[in-house]
Nanobody, 114 residues
Framework: VQLQASGGGLVQAGGSLRLSCRAS????????MAWFRQAPGKQRELVAS???????DYADSVKGRFTISRDNVKNTLVLQMNNLRPEDTAVYYC?????????WGQGTQVTVSS
């Protein structure tokens, strides 16, 4: 499956951004989807995940501020990010996983200024 992420940018603290990830090539609904992020000098970390069923999970640092959703008709994964903080600055990656298959998008930069 091919993943194309978009929606990153520069925003002030307290602002909002909406990331989208368009999937193509396979049956999108069969995949568990997630957003990861990687800040400079840090390991890539899970931000939010949504199963092909109903399971949703968030990192503690984003609970109450970020919302993950998927549209299995439009083959799109979305991350709505509100009340952004400087520590949210990172490259954000969408991920599709099914069994031992694991796919990554190219990443989109999110920069939050204080």
């Amino acid at each position: 499956v091919q993943l194309q992420a978009s929606g990153g940018g520069l925003v002030q603290a307290g602002g909002s951004l909406r990331l989208s990830c368009r999937a193509s090539g396979r049956t999108f609904s069969n995949y568990a989807m997630a957003w990861f992020r990687q800040a400079p000098g840090k390991q890539r970390e899970l931000v939010a995940s949504i199963g092909h069923g109903i399971g949703i999970d968030y990192a503690d640092s984003v609970k109450g501020r970020f919302t993950i959703s998927r549209d299995n008709v439009k083959n799109t994964l979305v991350l709505q990010m509100n009340n952004l903080r400087p520590e949210d600055t990172a490259v954000y990656y969408c991920n599709a996983q099914r069994g031992n298959l694991n796919y990554w998008g190219q990443g989109t930069q999110v920069t939050v200024s204080s």
